[in-house]
């Protein structure tokens, strides 16, 4: 069946249309931008009083952390370092049954949906049963995940992660003791997990060694060479702290980014993940070699990682996209005005983005919410675009935070002030999965979330 | 009538309670905190799946200016700087008839409430007509944005603003010719405008010289003493950007906080507004004064401004309220983590504020959203705790950002990820102004702002 989507704003193609639908075909592909008096063999959907926009992308996420959000932060956690935050980390990643990890998902994703995200990348970490041996199928966890995600209707990315070893001269972390696996099984897992995906709509996988830190250098070119053979996505950690830039320095004579250059593992399927401390030279190989760059500044913010130098990276053409990483709040267009706002802060001047590149700061910012973290998660999708998927969501016109908002100044409302309370409806791929704010399956997903929380509180 | 207000969690007297409700008397005070089966004869208000917590406390707020939100960002404004912010703050000032003021101030202080916010500190600058003389009666802008505060049942300190000049040597700007009064006859409007507030319920009126740029000294003094006669509160912007320190020095030879420290500007009724720039030295005056600061970082953020050092006012027990000032956003939760945040992004660690004077971060946090900002507009409230007004909102358990929120971690859930979409009930002096998310002058509300920014649009 043939779709016409009216709504009042429609924002396709990279830009705002008024009087305007999007018409999408019975395979949940966009076909094109249409006024509804030329369209007569479609079922028309009035969306009176929305606008409708390309969903969000998510580029990077945990959803296992969701479990212990704002439970890091003071006295309640004993204190509020990096180091406590990693014990709740440990302590989370240590509890969760694969049953646990399927409902906290679920949660998670539920979230994504309601803050308009409509594709996740999920840089999966847990592999192993509790005492940290293998389970009998070494992708049992993974495929919870990609089950919630299906449950919930959002597309995914599962980014198999491989999480080798503590660091370099580290005795094993038994925090980590779920995480492990030697790089044989790795990329036996990692392929079988690709077969398993094949033929599931709106499920895919990618390879993603976890850092420098966690996957030696040797182990990391196989990776590479087996994605790239693959046609596979690849993520991976890069520079989030100092630290890690010293440990690899101690270890190779050379800091992340220029040793993963040199040694072929970078290219334009290649996304770095925070990548916050790079020296120039590091972001000119970046740029050179045509990877992405998904920053995760309300994590980043948290976690006390530092600021990413957004303007180098727009005027070196570097693609950025947006992830919610650690689940400490979910809304990736308060990303996106992060990533502009941080450097506000820094550099006491306003409009640090816009202009470069001859690029409109909110048009910039819209596009990496969308489109890039698409393209960095090797799926189609982000504009709105005749053959892409019609993944979008509407937004309340009347909702207060944009009231006003009309074709000029469309997708700056959206970066600069869109809060979560004005959005409706959801499709992926054509299809409803969320409508005027309610999922069918919300409150068993609620409720089961519930009983894994409160088991995740006693057991403290 | 008495009433028990019964949610699920009941943040009051400074901490959460699982099983208790809110006791309200009949003139809208809470009476205390008791559990349902020791009250016989009140009348029970079941919020059930809800949790209750104090009213949010608007400290700085400039309404008009919601009328160019996310228009002064980048190409729709021409480029996105300061001066074009400036610009087009001028454009609006001076497009508003009384009627208009009316009309954005309403939609402004809706979208306020529909955030949590109980009360609000309105710092007025538009006194004049458009041509820039005063009207017959001096307060008519004023008295517009009170009578729309009690439209639409929000509580108000209107902070009546004395703006005098451009600045020290400056020509008069024609941008600003709405704002400008003498002394003198500000000072009767002020007189008069106290008296038009007595007797209104939730309506209060404080001083507000704008800055030491604005005002000088002479008068400044004069304000104050007039101030401290009336009991009336005083709020001014003060060291928002080195340039104004500069300027301040140039004709005074002292920076602005030493300068009014020196000449007995600054006492416990004082609030300094933005406070960014401010020596180790003066920190410790305005500490040893009592006077609060009143921190604005979604607008801060926006503008350029810098990082406020929330942690060395913190070690000084300086008081810090909040406020959205700009309207760039409307959300307090988001300026009292940012409070935190600017800090972790600054310095690299977490935890900055948490333990300070012993406090927790999200007690501090939390109280400073609350109650920190009732002190500094000169209203009992912000900790429901007896003899208080029963100023509260609710939030919706089931919402997806604090779903699993428990009596441990709810002030860290409200700090640190509540949003918008979770508040449902809104209650001023024991009486609800918004219930269920509805308020039942919403949709004319909206109607009239469409007009008014319709207009504002056309003019440019």
Request: hydrophobic share 45%; glycine share 8%.
């Amino acid at each position: 069946m043939v779709r016409l989507y009216l709504p009042d704003l429609l924002f396709a193609e990279g830009r705002a249309h008024a009087g305007a639908g999007l018409l999408v075909g019975h395979d949940g592909r966009v076909m094109g931008i249409a006024p509804a008096e030329t369209v007569s063999d479609a079922e028309i959907v009035r969306l009176a009083g929305k606008a409708l926009l390309p969903g969000l992308a998510n580029t990077h996420s945990h959803t296992f952390q969701r479990l212990f959000r704002a439970r890091a932060e003071g006295r309640i956690s004993g204190g509020d370092t990096f180091w406590t935050w990693r014990e709740q980390m440990y302590r989370a990643a240590g509890f969760v049954s694969p049953e646990d990890i399927y409902d906290v998902a679920r949660v998670t994703f539920l979230e994504m949906l309601a803050a308009g995200i409509t594709v996740v990348g999920e840089f999966h970490y847990l592999h192993n049963d509790p005492v940290g041996q293998p389970y009998a199928d070494p992708n049992t966890l993974a495929l919870a995940v990609m089950r919630a995600a299906e449950s919930v209707g959002i597309r995914i990315c599962l980014l198999r992660t491989a999480y080798l070893r503590a660091g370099y001269r580290r005795e094993p972390h038994p925090g980590q003791r779920r995480f492990y696996e030697d790089g044989t099984n790795y990329l036996r897992s990692l392929e079988a997990l690709q077969h398993a995906a094949a033929g599931r709509p709106g499920v895919t996988v990618g390879a993603a060694p976890h850092s420098i830190r966690a996957v030696p250098l040797s182990v990391l070119k196989e990776i590479s060479a087996f994605a790239r053979a693959k046609e596979l996505p690849l993520h991976m950690h890069i520079s989030e702290q100092p630290a890690e830039n010293e440990a690899c320095l101690a270890e190779y004579g050379q800091t992340p980014v220029s040793l993963a250059a040199e040694h072929g593992i970078l290219d334009s399927r290649t996304t770095l993940v925070h990548a916050i401390h790079l020296t120039d030279a590091e972001f000119r190989q970046v740029a050179a070699l045509g990877s992405t760059i998904c920053s995760c500044p309300t994590t980043e913010r948290n976690l006390g990682d530092g600021i990413f130098p957004a303007d180098r990276t727009a005027r070196l053409g570097i693609p950025v996209a947006f992830g919610t990483d650690s689940q400490a709040q979910i809304d990736i267009l308060e990303d996106a005005r992060q990533n502009e706002y941080h450097l506000r802060l820094q550099q006491r001047e306003r409009g640090i983005l816009d202009g470069i590149g001859g690029e409109d700061i909110a048009a910039r910012l819209f596009d990496s919410a969308t489109a890039a973290g698409y393209r960095a998660l090797g799926i189609a999708g982000g504009k709105l675009a005749a053959g892409e998927p019609a993944d979008f969501f509407t937004a309340d016109l009347d909702d207060l935070a944009i009231l006003g908002a009309d074709l000029d100044s469309l997708a700056a409302q959206a970066v600069f002030v869109l809060s979560r309370s004005a959005i409706r409806d959801v499709a992926v791929a054509g299809r409803f999965v969320m409508e005027d704010g309610r999922h069918p399956l919300a409150a068993e997903i609620r409720s089961r979330y519930r009983a894994v929380q409160k088991r995740f509180q006693e057991e403290e």
